[in-house]
């Protein structure tokens, strides 16, 4: 089972996104959507109005969907869960999702999601996570997460899993802060690379790739064209580079960078449409 909720865990989009990818990669087909009047506040997520056939207007409303794919050559099939991030009842919310685990026989729970963090959008992408067994830690070859503080679904889901005794593991993404606002196909794909070799799926994902190099590329039209952003960037990959502590000396401030980027990034927006 692999799981990705869009809010707090998802920055840049990169979970999601990279969930969405394997389903449409591997033609998932849902099966099951968990009832949303539950577990929104409709005011912090609120339901859309859309035309659907005839003209007709239909409410979406937030929600979580589970998806059946059967991956080639992979040793199991896939459930596949996605949606928005619960407002409230999140231990209600993670006993579903145990048992449905439990119900369907999965072997192992791996749950994605991305951080903002001091990276720069030049170098590979900056992953940690944390697993139930250290023989799944030792499989996705990352650094140990040593994070302390609030948490997200992704966190109470993974507990909900290790107490219920479902091998699980959770991968996590940096995504460059002073681009947030973007999505991130690189950091999706970082991850997407990540569950691969977990759990043994193989997928074309040269059109993600394709998208990755885009980004990178465009971003750094961007940065280059700041001379402010562009120092702090610089700044971030010697820090990156040499991992040493005097390389975060006298570094501007990221947050007043970030709110000029991307303002600088919306207006390029505008300008190209």
């Given amino acids: 089972m692999v799981c990705a909720f869009q809010g707090w865990n998802d920055a840049g989009d990169a979970a999601s996104s990279a969930v969405s990818f394997l389903a449409s990669a591997l033609d998932a087909r849902r099966f099951a ?17 859309n035309f659907g056939e005839n003209d007709k207007r239909e409410i979406s409303w937030p929600t979580v969907e589970i998806f059946e794919a059967a991956a ?21 919310f993670g006993s579903h999702i145990v048992d449905l685990a439990e119900a369907l026989g999965v072997q192992v729970v791996v749950s994605l999601g991305a951080l903002l963090g001091d990276v720069p959008h030049t170098r590979p992408v900056a992953m940690s996570g944390h ?28 507990t909900a899993c290790a107490d219920a005794r479902i091998p699980s593991a959770s991968l996590w993404a940096a995504v460059p802060h002073y681009v947030a ?30 998208a990755a190099a885009d980004y990178e590329r465009q971003v750094g039209l961007a940065v280059r064209s700041d001379p402010d952003i562009q120092a702090f960037v610089e700044r971030l990959e010697l820090a990156t580079d040499s991992e040493e502590e005097s390389a975060h000396e006298d570094v501007p401030s ?17 300008e190209g449409k």
């Fill in 254 to 270: 990221g947050d007043i960078l970030a709110r000029e980027f991307q303002r600088f990034l919306r207006q390029r927006g505008r």
């Fill in 33 to 49: 959507r968990i009832d949303s009047e539950e577990f929104y506040d409709f005011q912090a997520n609120r339901p859309c109005i």
């Fill in 181 to 210: 606002a973007a999505t991130n196909p690189k950091a999706a794909l970082a991850l997407l690379r990540k569950v691969e070799g977990l759990i043994g799926v193989s997928v074309d994902v040269s059109e993600l790739e394709t």
């Fill in 72 to 92: 080639p050559r992979a040793p199991r099939d896939l459930v596949l869960v996605q949606g928005t991030e619960p407002s409230m009842r999140w231990r209600a």
């Fill in 131 to 158: 697993a139930s067994d250290p023989a799944l830690l030792e499989r996705l070859g990352i650094q140990p997460s040593t994070y302390e503080g609030p948490t997200g679904i992704v966190g109470v889901l993974h």
